[in-house]
């Protein structure tokens, strides 16, 4: 086993139009060395951010394998792995930071990013990509795939909500029509607010969530 398939982004749009995507099977399968191992994709979801990329509206190298909602198995791993072990199912934490750091250590490794899982190197539009130990979590028997690659998203709006401080029966707007949005309606009135809004970013509606 020498090769694998997965969706190249040739080359970035110019920011109207989208740019070139390929499917390919002769892709080079990564070979995971120290901390790191290697993931075979089981399911990755496609990100508001995939689209830009696509689009070239944010930034991302030519000849990127995206996606970074992803999870899978363990399929081999680094001479310096602990953490995980050939065969577990995982959901990966994208955004990886050098674990040491001392921004990590205090919750704040969005201040010291290393590597984005299919952004800085490749991810989860391919068979197999490569993910840090300390960001390859081992999930429960019973949870899907699916599930665990919605995971990422879900977690972006409860870090949000988290840090919004919602007061008990506050009436509560949230901006968007995505599933983060969508999912963040149920997190605040989980957290006691009282009338939530979601504002439709796309025709101009809005919904009330009592």
């Given at each position: 086993?020498?090769?694998?398939?997965?969706?190249?982004?040739?080359?970035?749009?110019?920011?109207?139009?989208?740019?070139?995507?390929?499917?390919?099977?002769?892709?080079?399968?990564?070979?995971?060395?120290?901390?790191?191992?290697?993931?075979?994709?089981?399911?990755?979801?496609?990100?508001?951010?995939?689209?830009?990329?696509?689009?070239?509206?944010?930034?991302?190298?030519?000849?990127?394998?995206?996606?970074?909602?992803?999870?899978?198995?363990?399929?081999?791993?680094?001479?310096?792995?602990?953490?995980?072990?050939?065969?577990?199912?995982?959901?990966v934490d994208?955004?990886?930071?050098?674990?040491?750091?001392?921004?990590?250590?205090?919750?704040?490794?969005?201040?010291?990013?290393?590597?984005?899982?299919?952004?800085?190197?490749?991810?989860?539009?391919?068979?197999?990509?490569?993910?840090?130990?300390?960001?390859?979590?081992?999930?429960?028997?019973?949870?899907?795939?699916?599930?665990?690659?919605?995971?990422?998203p879900f977690?972006?709006?409860?870090?949000?909500?988290?840090?919004?401080?919602?007061?008990?029966?506050?009436?509560?707007?949230?901006?968007?029509?995505?599933?983060?949005?969508?999912?963040?309606?149920?997190?605040?009135?989980?957290?006691?607010?009282?009338?939530?809004?979601?504002?439709?970013?796309?025709?101009?509606?809005?919904?009330?969530?009592?």
């Amino acid at each position: 086993m020498s090769k694998m398939r997965g969706v190249v982004l040739v080359k970035p749009g110019d920011g109207k139009d989208p740019g070139e995507l390929e499917y390919r099977d002769n892709l080079e399968i990564p070979e995971p060395t120290g901390r790191m191992v290697r993931v075979r994709t089981a399911f990755t979801g496609v990100c508001g951010s995939d689209v830009s990329y696509v689009y070239g509206r944010a930034a991302v190298d030519d000849g990127r394998v995206l996606g970074h909602e992803t999870g899978g198995i363990v399929d081999a791993v680094g001479d310096q792995v602990t953490l995980v072990k050939p065969g577990q199912r995982v959901v990966v934490d994208p955004v990886q930071s050098d674990p040491d750091s001392p921004w990590v250590k205090i919750g704040l490794g969005n201040v010291d990013i290393t590597n984005v899982t299919g952004i800085t190197y490749d991810g989860g539009f391919g068979e197999y990509y490569l993910s840090h130990e300390a960001y390859s979590h081992p999930i429960p028997d019973d949870m899907s795939f699916q599930q665990a690659a919605g995971l990422e998203p879900f977690a972006c709006g409860l870090y949000a909500v988290n840090n919004a401080n919602v007061l008990p029966n506050q009436m509560t707007v949230i901006y968007g029509d995505v599933p983060i949005a969508n999912s963040k309606c149920d997190m605040v009135k989980a957290n006691g607010a009282g009338t939530v809004v979601l504002n439709y970013t796309r025709d101009y509606s809005s919904l009330l969530y009592t």
